[in-house]
């Protein structure tokens, strides 16, 4: 867990870096490092599916009325074949694009490359109408064929790259088109191949400035969530470290305190709470001294956890003291853990001085049922780990259900 955090605390100081740099750099440059492209792209995937997914519908739709329009008020004795091949047979593809490629299971590139294709068909299939129209045509013809390529650089937010290779394809086909027709004379198609360049290109450097603005924006946003994420994970590490025993790694008692709070204020709820003390723990601390009694504390915690469910809670109740609270154990079973724990750290061997050493421990338990604060539990539990090691110690001994008996007696 600690490893998996340091992971990502490192990820997230290596993308600030990234970020705070690319901020800084002022070039015609748009594609991040490699770490901060994959991150982008991940990060505005489901947005921008949903605005490829809107571009093709509404560009489609736009394309079509915008056409049917032209050639209704602008076009004097439109050829309506002509239009019904440029129009329908251009949205129906585009349609069919929109609906295999702009897809959440499609890949990324792929839905870039879909969406690039649907511009291409509509404004190619323009130039191309005009292309197969019966000679002669003249230059309002291929005038018309300039709008549909304007509109997609204009409306459709294709990214730079994109926009670059739908500039050019759009500028070879209609320049191969002009200069292949004979009635077009060379300085007229130079005129229109001119113009249709004058025309592209303010829409294709504001498509260039549009997408450095995005991706300027989305570098102050994903370094304001970074910023977020850090603090979250300082803010949840101090947390950890308010809940956890500096020295066993485990629960300490202000946790311990609030895990009992909230069994209490449960009521129905059943359980129980186990106070283990090592035995003889003074006189192991006097032989051994101090060190070698922390390494018994941290083994001893070590060996309890180990033979505890992942939902039970194992906290260091103070000195050489541990508390096991059993959420929704009922007596019996919460006796055969006791046991289960018992014979385990008898059974556990160390090495303090170069010699194998152990430890026993003496258990007390005391059940929920009836017991109304957790100081009450507590109490209990304390009476009855009281009587365990009056017995002899290292041994397991269930409170007794009399009030008085939850009193520690006196040596």
């Known amino acids: 867990m600690e490893h998996s955090a340091a992971i990502h605390e490192d990820q997230i100081a290596r993308l600030d870096i990234l970020a705070e740099s690319e901020l800084r750099h002022s070039g015609f440059r748009l594609a991040f490092p490699q770490a901060l492209e994959t991150r982008y792209w991940r990060d505005i995937a489901a947005e921008r599916l949903q605005e490829l997914r809107f571009i093709g519908l509404c560009g489609v739709t736009g394309y079509f009325i915008f056409g049917i329009l032209l050639n209704l008020i602008v076009i004097l004795n439109p050829d309506w074949k002509s239009v019904a091949i440029q129009l329908v047979g251009s949205s129906l593809t585009v349609f069919a694009i929109i609906q295999l490629g702009l897809r959440e299971k499609v890949a990324t590139a792929t839905r870039e490359i879909a969406l690039l294709a649907c511009c291409l068909i509509c404004s190619l299939a323009a130039i191309l109408v005009v292309a197969a129209k019966p000679t002669p045509a003249n230059l309002r013809d291929f005038l018309l064929a300039i709008p549909p390529a304007s509109f997609v650089l204009i409306f459709v937010r294709l990214r730079f790259h994109q926009a ?3 500039f050019l394809a759009n500028l070879s086909v209609y320049a191969l088109v002009l ?5 077009i004379n060379h300085s007229d198609a130079m005129f229109l191949i001119g113009f249709m360049t004058t025309l592209l290109s303010p829409a294709l450097i504001g498509s260039h400035a549009f997408e450095r603005a995005l991706r300027r924006l989305y570098l102050h946003r994903l370094l304001d969530r970074l910023r977020n994420e850090k603090l979250a994970a300082q803010n949840a590490a101090l947390t950890d470290l308010s809940y956890t025993d500096p020295l066993t790694s485990i629960a300490n008692r202000r946790r311990l305190d609030e895990a009992l709070a909230e069994l209490i204020a449960a009521p129905a709820s059943t359980g129980a709470l186990l ?7 003074k006189a192991f601390n006097d032989r051994y001294g101090h ?3 922390d390494a018994c504390l941290c ?3 070590q060996c309890l956890s180990s033979h505890l469910r992942s939902f039970d809670l194992l906290a260091r109740f103070g000195g050489e003291e541990f508390a096991v609270l059993l959420p929704e154990t009922m007596l019996d079973e919460a006796a055969r853990t006791a046991q289960r724990l ?5 059974n556990l061997r160390f090495e303090v001085q170069d010699q194998q ?4 421990i ?10 109304k604060t957790p100081e009450a539990l507590i109490g209990a539990a304390d009476t009855a780990l009281y009587a365990a090691k009056h017995a002899g110690r290292n041994r397991v001994q269930v409170a007794a259900t009399e009030p008085q008996a939850w009193k520690r007696m006196a040596v």
């Open 299 to 301: 083994h001893v915690a």
């Open 179 to 183: 200069l292949d027709r004979p009635e």
């Open 362 to 371: 003496s258990i007390g338990i005391a059940a929920r049922e009836g017991l």
């Open 275 to 281: 106070l283990i003390d090592i035995d003889r723990f």
């Open 291 to 293: 060190l070698a009694g």
């Open 357 to 360: 050493v152990s430890v026993t």
């Open 342 to 346: 018992r014979e385990a750290v008898q």
């Open 164 to 166: 670059v290779a739908f």
